[in-house]
């Protein structure tokens, strides 16, 4: 066995190579920084310990491999230590930022001989790499601290392979091949060397992505050891990392299909990055180049960035200064785009400043996108005869853009809630042509959302349930989240209207689960009328299948992804349709929400009664109630209740 080979280099990797080819029956294990090279030579990486996950219980914290190590070393310098809820957290951030490395854990663990874990957290938060190894009292190691531990690392290192690495230090997370060989700018075949001699050293990590692409890190204590001592990235390396990001989501927010789909994807894998960015941009008081950033990111994606990420972006700019009136209105414009949801009045505001800045521009689409985004607002507030006038504005001038497209599918849902079924399905259906051509996959998907919504209102679940179906086809979690939540409501409301038996709100209630759990984790503000939709179905849940139900399918529906609920929802509603369908046979020709009108009808209900009952408008039970009386060959309400007695 021998250990710390990387120490003597060539003369052991001889040594060993002799030996082997000498002795047939030796086997030689060897401890290394780096692979010996030599001939039948197999490699067993060791990876930091696990750590734990940024949110979960006291069990799932405290049972990460990480933070047993940190537990046993503070027991052994405090035996009265004790992990608590007070402190597991502090103790899960410390493993986290120590990137569930042994050696830095041991030395962080042994300060709390005289700290607890909230102050041993903030300093390793500040200065990972000021860790003593005299600190870990009968742990003590070679090392006098991190720091040396980390500069022992990097011997070894060729220049260039320094040279490399600090210009990696300027990515925030992992990265992927391409996009550190755009940052380093480099031939491709000499970088590719040069990338694997350094996996080689174990000074950059895989990961692996679920589709078994590989992604690359860099330990924190390597990464800030190198911003510290060595500068990090250099400007060259740094202008090609805003050009690389910028680029990406330029294609994502112009491209179609496949390629805005990966674009879209390692966006919002960056997350981190794409906000460094911003802020690298503003630094430059290239206060434009950081807006149209945001720009395109909103015309991409509203999912790739958190909201108070892009509040305090375009807050900082518009305090700043140095815009252009073109630039103050666009900023202006994406404020209001952003509090729309959550505070309608400000948002108002913010985007009538926008408009009378752009109607004094040579620019038609942005006061398009100024009418479309007040036409929104008005429609949040439930201002249903502004929103028509503002959107129609915005359908009437520009069109082919983005903002024409989300202006129809708005107008649509005017139409819906004035209960408008022809107009909300004309409209639907030409948003849905638009963002298809335009390879528009989630506006594509809010179309037909609309659209199934107009079948449900009707009481056509099949169509309904095919709408929905096709909808979830053309989106991805989470790049779509938004646009999976806003289905996830619409399935549930249409589970809830279709829903006769305690198995079917359960599932049901297993949407509405998905649905909060997805919210608890979204900054996107909910507008009020959604909100209150999800409560009245929480609320009538609970009723039908208890407590103890709701809670059971609460915890069952944030065990999976809310697109696989979406999913198995769809196939129980095909399921439970298909059964109705077999048993439709006995009330032809009434369709089934039809024949429930007339079951009510024959209760005695009112019209106004029977659109409470069963969800839906009194105009709508109106029209119900015109198909039954043409279907039956009648005019009277006394004929259709004698029929429901005859048919049951």
Known sequence: MLDHCETVGEPLRALVAELLASCADVNVIAFSREP??????????????????????????????????????????????????????????????????????????ARTKILGPNSIYAAVREDVNDLSGDSAGTFATKYADLR???????????????????????????????ASAAVIGAAEESFHRQMESLLDKN??????????????????????????????????ARSRYISYFRGLAKTAATATDEKRQQCREQLVQSREDVIQVCRMLIDLADHSRAVGTLHLLRDCSRNVLHTRDERGILDEVLRRGSLTDAERARALRLLGEIESAGDPDLAHRRVLDALAISTGLPDADEVARCHSLLGRVALVRGDLRGAEVCLSRATSSVSATKSYRHALEDLAQVHLYAHNAHMAQVLGERALRANLDAGDRPGGALSLFVLAEVAADAGEVERARELLSRALSLLSWPEDREEVIIGLELLAVVLARTSKTVEQWRQTAKVLAAIADAHHDDEHPVPSRRRERINELADKAKQVIGLSGFKEERDAGMLSTPVEVFAEALSRLLLEHDRSASSQRCHAPLTDREFEVAKLVSQGLTNREIGRELGIAEWTVVNHLRKIMKKLDCSSRVFVAKWVLDTD
Do not use: W
């Not at 990961?207 to 990235?233: I, N, Q």
């Open 36 to 109: 010996l090279r030599v001939y039948g030579e197999f490699l067993f990486r060791l990876a930091p310990l696990a750590t734990p996950p940024r949110s979960g219980s006291f069990i799932e914290l405290a049972g990460a491999p990480s933070v047993e190590l940190f537990l046993d070393i503070a027991r052994a310098v405090r035996p009265e230590f004790q992990l608590n809820e007070a402190n597991v957290r502090s103790v899960a951030g410390i493993c986290r930022e120590l990137d569930g490395l042994p050696l830095a854990i041991t030395m962080a663990a």
């Open 148 to 178: 040396s531990a980390t500069e022992i690392s990097l011997c070894g290192v060729s220049a260039r392979e320094l040279a490399i690495l600090s210009d990696l230090t300027v990515f925030c997370g992992s990265f992927s091949l391409s």
């Open 203 to 236: 000074l950059l990590l895989t990961v692996v992505r679920p589709d078994g692409e590989l992604m690359f890190s860099m330990l924190r204590t390597t990464r800030d050891h190198l911003r510290r001592r060595r500068k990090g990235a250099g400007p060259g």
